[in-house]
């Protein structure tokens, strides 16, 4: 599924994010920038010992920052190391930190001049977030971000199941209805997403 949001595209598919040959991946990192499963022990493997001597020179970011280093030998230039909240029950500060974590990762896309950036579904793995949940906070920031900056061109989130690409897909169409019926003059409710093939 693809849309327009100004003049961004915003995209949700399935995949492997490291084959991404997008300027930027994101990798959903832990605290310490140590490495691990999931995304962040796939990250690590296909790009090679590099982006972890530069992750040890980093040495950390808190839940809800963003660091950038080298792609290594990945298609994608530069991968931005994000920490989401681990989850427990909502009630600490997990939906902030979750939208400061896409909030920081685009932010450092912008000032490094990154023009397409693709997205995991941060925190929704070993982490534990409701993937329901993640995926409001998640595509809502990344559309707050984008109206607001008019940047990056493209972002992509890469989503690793069908189960996942459907949540979102879903959430998604739920997240325009609302916007559309939250829009009362009718030119920007029919230019503010349109729907490509
Ligand atoms: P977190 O610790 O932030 O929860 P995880 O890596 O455990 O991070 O999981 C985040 C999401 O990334 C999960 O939905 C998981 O299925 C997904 N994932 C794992 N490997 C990949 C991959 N190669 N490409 C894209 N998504 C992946």
């Known amino acids: 599924m693809q849309i327009m949001v100004n003049s961004t595209t915003l995209s949700l598919i399935k995949g492997d994010i490291t084959q991404e040959e997008t300027d930027a991946i994101v990798n959903a990192a832990n605290a310490r920038l140590a490495g691990g499963g999931g995304v962040d022990g796939a990250i690590h493997r296909a790009g090679g010992p590099k982006i972890m001597e530069e992750c040890r020179k980093i040495g950390g970011c808190p839940a809800g920052s963003a660091v950038i280093t080298t792609g290594g030998n990945l298609k994608a230039k530069y991968v931005i190391h994000t920490v989401?909240?681990?989850?427990?029950?909502?009630?600490?500060d997990?939906?902030?930190?979750?939208?400061?974590?896409?909030k920081s990762s685009l932010?450092?896309?912008?000032?490094?001049?990154?023009?397409?950036i693709a997205f995991p579904s941060i925190s929704t793995g070993a982490y534990g977030y409701p993937i329901n949940e993640a995926a409001e906070t998640a595509l809502k920031t990344a559309i707050d971000f984008i109206k607001s900056h008019?940047?990056?061109?493209?972002?992509r989130f890469v989503l690793f199941s069908?189960?996942?690409?459907?949540?979102?897909e879903k959430t998604l169409e739920?997240?325009?209805?609302?916007e559309r019926s939250?829009?009362?003059?009718e030119a920007s409710k029919s230019c503010y997403f349109k729907k490509t093939p």
């Open 84 to 92: 989401g909240p681990i989850y427990r029950d909502g009630r600490h």
């Open 94 to 102: 997990e939906p902030k930190l979750l939208a400061n974590a896409y």
């Open 107 to 116: 932010e450092i896309a912008v000032k490094k001049g990154i023009k397409t």
């Open 150 to 155: 008019k940047m990056p061109s493209l972002v």
């Open 162 to 168: 069908d189960r996942d690409l459907e949540i979102y």
């Open 174 to 178: 739920r997240l325009i209805k609302e």
């Open 182 to 185: 939250g829009v009362s003059d």
